[in-house]
């Protein structure tokens, strides 16, 4: 098992969100309303950077051509396959993902 990730809350832009390298390629990191999500940065559609997505209700829409997704389960809501999520969790200053 691969060691967490440590994202420092302060590294997050204005709309809380920032993209880190990862062993398993760029992962797009979100705080929503207190809580860190994690998922591939790469849409499952044609692997555009989902950090760009619009996030309401715990859902996020890639900008490209509007695939949804569940921020909880990766799950696909608009389109046709499901987005990589990993466990995320604020832990003091840091979020921590879980590859
Ligand atoms: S690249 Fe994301 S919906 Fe097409």
Redesign the pocket.
């Known amino acids: 098992m691969s060691a967490p990730v440590r994202v420092p809350l302060e590294a997050l832009g204005p709309r809380g969100r920032t993209v880190v390298e990862t062993e398993v390629g760029p992962v797009a990191v979100f705080l929503v309303d207190g809580r860190a999500h994690a998922v591939a940065n790469r849409?499952?559609?044609?692997?555009?950077p989902?950090v760009e997505g619009e996030v309401a209700g715990g859902v996020l829409t890639?900008?490209?051509?509007?695939?949804r997704f569940d921020l909880e389960s990766g799950a696909c809501l608009f389109?046709d396959a499901p987005v990589a999520r990993y466990e995320a969790a604020v832990e003091g200053c840091e979020i921590v993902v879980r590859l």
């Open positions: 849409c499952p559609h044609e692997g555009n989902l890639c900008l490209f051509h509007l695939w389109g």
